[in-house]
């Protein structure tokens, strides 16, 4: 195994299995070429957004020289652009957050009045690995001033940089303790495989009152394993009509208000809750792996162990 560490992240890679960690910054011209001279065609799992679109953008031209473990560009935009799952989402009966992708100037001019800024908070959204909405921490999720004229110009900034207004979006009320997270493994053709649910039991934030985003600030997470079919079942027609295959986990915030399941975004990638995967019996990684080797070699890739959702503690 082998860890790839960029340099604008001190974290170092780490894994009991690390062999090796090497420097690779996750842009074309320096991950592309790196991946096309490893020898023994290893398999390729992306942890970091930036690398996963990468590897995506080129996932055909790679498969000559590793085997990739994430679906191509088109298939993935549907689940990173939010304003793309949202409406997806809605098509297939999971609800959503109220949201709202102005066209032009015009379209926001008309937009901002209609928003109740004094009751509720919004999200401003960019796709990642375009350009974040809050530039001083490159996030992509920036919390929208409550003032109207600010809010316009922090819209406006953005799309100042993106070509583009960002995704608005309405938050969700409730804490982090509300969310529930699908993770899954889904095969090539978009049945998934493994899934369980898991519930956030606390969430440490650097701010206290009001709504503050869990990734702006940093924050630890702490989590258990639960029943939740309905959302399994959300998660399901989700990834099937995305046409999404890989791991992924979708998380969903039921709103205290109504007690019905909101969908909030997809990490299509391993996250902090894989880790309860082995103790589950159900190891995502290995499954993964699994599962692309065998289509690589030519098998149908699906002889994976797991456990039904149901039987998942």
């Given at each position: 195994?082998?860890?790839?560490?960029?340099?604008?992240?001190?974290?170092?890679?780490?894994?009991?299995h690390l062999h090796t960690r090497v420097r690779v910054n996750p842009t074309p011209?320096?991950?592309?070429?790196?991946?096309?001279?490893?020898?023994?065609?290893?398999?390729?799992?992306?942890?970091?957004?930036?690398?996963?679109?990468?590897?995506?953008?080129?996932?055909?031209?790679?498969?000559?020289?590793?085997?990739?473990?994430?679906?191509?560009?088109?298939?993935?935009?549907?689940?990173m652009d939010h304003a793309m799952l949202y409406r997806v989402a809605r098509e297939?009966?999971?609800?959503?957050?109220?949201?709202?992708?102005?066209?032009?100037?015009?379209?926001?001019?008309?937009?901002?009045?209609?928003?109740?800024?004094?009751?509720?908070?919004?999200?401003?959204?960019?796709?990642?690995?375009?350009?974040?909405?809050?530039?001083?921490?490159?996030?992509?999720?920036?919390?929208?001033?409550?003032?109207?004229?600010?809010?316009?110009?922090?819209?406006?900034?953005?799309?100042?940089?993106?070509?583009?207004?960002?995704?608005?979006?309405?938050?969700?009320?409730?804490?982090?303790?509300?969310?529930?997270?699908?993770?899954?493994?889904?095969?090539?053709?978009?049945?998934?495989v493994i899934a369980y649910a898991i519930k956030r039991l606390r969430l440490f934030?650097?701010?206290?009152?009001?709504?503050?985003?869990?990734?702006?600030?940093?924050?630890?997470?702490?989590?258990?394993?639960?029943?939740?079919?309905?959302?399994?079942?959300?998660?399901?027609?989700?990834?099937?009509?995305?046409?999404?295959?890989?791991?992924?986990?979708?998380?969903?915030?039921?709103?205290?208000?109504?007690?019905?399941?909101?969908?909030?975004?997809?990490?299509?990638?391993?996250?902090?809750?894989?880790?309860?995967?082995?103790?589950?019996?159900?190891?995502?990684?290995?499954?993964?792996?699994?599962?692309?080797?065998?289509?690589?070699?030519?098998?149908?890739?699906?002889?994976?162990?797991?456990?039904?959702?149901?039987?998942?503690?």
């Amino acid at each position: 195994m082998i860890g790839v560490e960029r340099d604008d992240v001190l974290q170092r890679a780490f894994s009991r299995h690390l062999h090796t960690r090497v420097r690779v910054n996750p842009t074309p011209e320096a991950l592309v070429p790196f991946l096309e001279t490893q020898s023994g065609h290893p398999v390729v799992m992306a942890l970091d957004d930036d690398y996963l679109i990468t590897a995506s953008k080129h996932v055909e031209s790679l498969a000559r020289w590793v085997v990739p473990t994430m679906p191509r560009w088109d298939r993935l935009m549907r689940v990173m652009d939010h304003a793309m799952l949202y409406r997806v989402a809605r098509e297939v009966g999971v609800e959503t957050p109220t949201f709202y992708k102005p066209d032009d100037e015009a379209a926001l001019r008309a937009l901002v009045p209609t928003l109740d800024l004094g009751r509720r908070e919004y999200l401003l959204k960019t796709v990642p690995g375009t350009v974040p909405a809050e530039a001083s921490n490159g996030r992509y999720t920036k919390i929208a001033s409550a003032d109207a004229a600010t809010f316009e110009a922090e819209c406006r900034e953005i799309a100042a940089r993106l070509g583009e207004f960002p995704l608005i979006a309405e938050v969700v009320p409730g804490d982090a303790m509300h969310c529930i997270g699908v993770c899954m493994l889904v095969d090539h053709s978009q049945t998934p495989v493994i899934a369980y649910a898991i519930k956030r039991l606390r969430l440490f934030t650097y701010s206290r009152g009001g709504f503050v985003h869990p990734y702006e600030l940093g924050a630890n997470v702490y989590c258990e394993s639960v029943h939740d079919d309905e959302a399994i079942d959300a998660a399901t027609r989700l990834v099937r009509a995305t046409g999404y295959v890989g791991v992924i986990t979708i998380e969903f915030r039921r709103d205290p208000r109504t007690g019905r399941l909101m969908l909030l975004k997809a990490d299509p990638r391993f996250v902090r809750s894989t880790s309860l995967s082995t103790a589950l019996g159900l190891d995502l990684p290995t499954a993964l792996y699994r599962l692309f080797v065998e289509r690589a070699q030519g098998g149908a890739g699906s002889a994976i162990t797991g456990a039904h959702p149901s039987d998942v503690p």
